[in-house]
Protein backbone atom coordinates (compact mmCIF):
# COMPACT_ATOMS: atom_id res chain seq x y z
CA UNK A 1 0.00 0.00 0.00
CA UNK A 2 2.69 2.40 1.04
CA UNK A 3 4.44 1.58 -2.31
CA UNK A 4 1.24 2.59 -3.87
CA UNK A 5 0.90 5.68 -2.64
CA UNK A 6 4.54 6.37 -3.41
CA UNK A 7 3.47 6.04 -7.01
CA UNK A 8 0.43 7.90 -7.27
CA UNK A 9 2.69 10.73 -5.25
CA UNK A 10 5.35 10.43 -8.04
CA UNK A 11 2.05 10.99 -10.55
CA UNK A 12 0.87 14.26 -8.98
CA UNK A 13 4.50 15.31 -8.35
CA UNK A 14 4.65 14.73 -12.34
CA UNK A 15 1.10 16.12 -12.67
CA UNK A 16 2.27 19.66 -10.91
CA UNK A 17 5.71 20.30 -11.20
CA UNK A 18 7.45 21.31 -7.85
CA UNK A 19 4.06 22.77 -6.61
CA UNK A 20 2.10 19.37 -5.40
CA UNK A 21 1.26 21.63 -2.41
CA UNK A 22 -1.31 23.66 -5.06
CA UNK A 23 -1.58 21.00 -7.28
CA UNK A 24 -3.93 23.14 -9.47
CA UNK A 25 -5.50 21.93 -12.71
CA UNK A 26 -6.90 23.65 -15.69
CA UNK A 27 -9.10 21.24 -17.27
CA UNK A 28 -10.67 21.50 -20.86
CA UNK A 29 -12.36 19.69 -23.33
CA UNK A 30 -11.36 18.26 -27.16
CA UNK A 31 -15.19 16.57 -28.13
CA UNK A 32 -16.09 14.18 -25.39
CA UNK A 33 -12.89 13.86 -23.49
CA UNK A 34 -11.55 15.89 -20.67
CA UNK A 35 -8.04 16.87 -20.26
CA UNK A 36 -5.91 18.64 -17.58
CA UNK A 37 -2.30 20.36 -17.38
CA UNK A 38 -0.63 22.32 -14.72
CA UNK A 39 -2.13 25.54 -14.09
CA UNK A 40 0.96 26.82 -13.33
CA UNK A 41 1.94 26.22 -17.17
CA UNK A 42 -0.70 28.54 -18.35
CA UNK A 43 0.03 32.31 -19.06
CA UNK A 44 -3.60 33.09 -20.40
CA UNK A 45 -6.91 31.89 -22.06
CA UNK A 46 -8.31 34.00 -25.03
CA UNK A 47 -11.06 33.53 -27.35
CA UNK A 48 -10.56 31.73 -30.93
CA UNK A 49 -9.19 33.83 -33.62
CA UNK A 50 -8.07 32.98 -36.71
CA UNK A 51 -4.28 32.82 -37.15
CA UNK A 52 -1.71 33.93 -39.42
CA UNK A 53 -1.27 30.44 -41.97
CA UNK A 54 2.50 29.58 -42.14
CA UNK A 55 3.15 27.89 -45.64
CA UNK A 56 4.27 24.10 -45.26
CA UNK A 57 3.64 24.23 -41.68
CA UNK A 58 2.07 20.65 -40.41
CA UNK A 59 -2.02 20.62 -40.42
CA UNK A 60 -1.85 20.89 -36.59
CA UNK A 61 0.09 23.87 -36.99
CA UNK A 62 -3.17 26.65 -37.36
CA UNK A 63 -0.63 29.74 -37.83
CA UNK A 64 1.01 32.17 -35.68
CA UNK A 65 -0.59 35.49 -33.86
CA UNK A 66 1.08 38.75 -32.41
CA UNK A 67 0.28 38.32 -28.78
CA UNK A 68 1.91 41.66 -27.24
CA UNK A 69 4.68 41.86 -30.11
CA UNK A 70 5.24 38.07 -29.40
CA UNK A 71 5.03 35.96 -32.15
CA UNK A 72 2.86 32.73 -30.59
CA UNK A 73 2.43 29.73 -32.82
CA UNK A 74 -1.11 28.21 -32.50
CA UNK A 75 -1.19 24.25 -32.34
CA UNK A 76 -4.78 22.73 -32.77
CA UNK A 77 -5.06 20.29 -30.19
CA UNK A 78 -7.93 18.45 -32.18
CA UNK A 79 -6.26 17.87 -34.93
CA UNK A 80 -3.38 17.00 -33.09
CA UNK A 81 -5.49 14.01 -31.26
CA UNK A 82 -6.48 13.07 -34.72
CA UNK A 83 -10.20 15.05 -34.53
CA UNK A 84 -11.61 16.62 -37.61
CA UNK A 85 -11.06 20.83 -36.76
CA UNK A 86 -14.09 22.00 -35.81
CA UNK A 87 -15.00 25.27 -33.93
CA UNK A 88 -17.98 26.22 -31.50
CA UNK A 89 -19.11 29.45 -29.51
CA UNK A 90 -16.54 27.56 -26.48
CA UNK A 91 -13.11 27.30 -28.37
CA UNK A 92 -10.73 29.32 -26.76
CA UNK A 93 -7.17 29.18 -26.97
CA UNK A 94 -4.84 28.61 -24.35
CA UNK A 95 -1.40 30.33 -24.18
CA UNK A 96 1.18 28.70 -22.70
CA UNK A 97 4.56 29.26 -21.26
CA UNK A 98 6.78 26.44 -21.62
CA UNK A 99 10.01 27.90 -20.36
CA UNK A 100 11.93 29.58 -23.26
CA UNK A 101 8.87 29.22 -25.70
CA UNK A 102 5.00 30.75 -25.75
CA UNK A 103 2.69 28.25 -27.16
CA UNK A 104 -0.96 28.59 -28.15
CA UNK A 105 -3.10 25.77 -28.16
CA UNK A 106 -6.71 25.22 -29.86
CA UNK A 107 -8.94 23.32 -27.01
CA UNK A 108 -12.98 23.07 -27.64
CA UNK A 109 -13.24 25.05 -24.13
CA UNK A 110 -12.00 25.64 -20.64
CA UNK A 111 -14.00 23.68 -18.02
CA UNK A 112 -12.23 24.65 -14.30
CA UNK A 113 -9.57 24.59 -12.26
CA UNK A 114 -9.75 22.11 -10.01
CA UNK A 115 -7.15 20.38 -6.76
CA UNK A 116 -5.98 17.14 -7.55
CA UNK A 117 -5.15 15.20 -4.51
CA UNK A 118 -2.90 12.37 -4.41
CA UNK A 119 -5.83 9.82 -4.08
CA UNK A 120 -7.53 11.42 -7.09
CA UNK A 121 -4.76 10.29 -9.45
CA UNK A 122 -3.97 6.80 -10.86
CA UNK A 123 -1.30 6.07 -13.36
CA UNK A 124 -2.15 6.28 -16.97
CA UNK A 125 -3.18 2.30 -18.29
CA UNK A 126 -1.78 1.25 -20.22
CA UNK A 127 -2.72 0.29 -24.46
CA UNK A 128 0.31 -1.49 -25.69
CA UNK A 129 2.33 -0.28 -28.42
CA UNK A 130 -1.12 1.01 -30.55
CA UNK A 131 -1.21 4.08 -28.70
CA UNK A 132 1.21 6.39 -27.31
CA UNK A 133 1.05 7.54 -23.78
CA UNK A 134 4.34 8.54 -22.46
CA UNK A 135 2.48 12.19 -22.76
CA UNK A 136 -0.22 11.36 -20.58
CA UNK A 137 0.68 11.61 -16.91
CA UNK A 138 -1.88 9.69 -15.19
CA UNK A 139 -5.69 9.77 -14.78
CA UNK A 140 -7.58 12.14 -12.47
CA UNK A 141 -10.84 11.20 -10.91
CA UNK A 142 -13.00 13.99 -9.30
CA UNK A 143 -16.56 12.60 -8.35
CA UNK A 144 -17.85 11.04 -11.93
CA UNK A 145 -15.43 13.22 -13.97
CA UNK A 146 -12.27 11.36 -15.52
CA UNK A 147 -9.72 13.66 -16.65
CA UNK A 148 -6.88 12.68 -18.56
CA UNK A 149 -3.48 14.30 -17.16
CA UNK A 150 -1.30 15.71 -19.98
CA UNK A 151 2.61 16.71 -19.31
CA UNK A 152 2.03 19.57 -21.59
CA UNK A 153 5.84 19.68 -21.72
CA UNK A 154 6.64 16.49 -22.88
CA UNK A 155 4.12 16.51 -25.26
CA UNK A 156 5.58 18.88 -27.32
CA UNK A 157 8.93 17.10 -26.93
CA UNK A 158 12.07 18.96 -28.57
CA UNK A 159 11.64 17.31 -31.73
CA UNK A 160 8.14 18.91 -32.13
CA UNK A 161 9.44 21.76 -30.31
CA UNK A 162 12.25 22.26 -33.33
CA UNK A 163 9.46 21.89 -35.77
CA UNK A 164 7.52 24.53 -34.52
CA UNK A 165 10.25 26.58 -34.13
CA UNK A 166 11.36 26.11 -37.79
CA UNK A 167 7.90 26.63 -38.93
CA UNK A 168 7.49 30.06 -37.71
CA UNK A 169 10.38 31.54 -38.29
Not at 130 to 156: H, K, N, P, W
Amino acid sequence: MEAEAAVLSNVLQDAVGDHVGEGEILTFTLGKEEYGIDILKVQEIRGYEVATHIANAPEYIKGVVNLRGVIVPIIDMRVKFGLPATYVETTVVIILNLGKQVIGIVVDGVSDVIQLKPDQVKPAPEFGSSFDTRYIQGVGAVDERMIILVDIERFFSSDEMRLIQSSVR
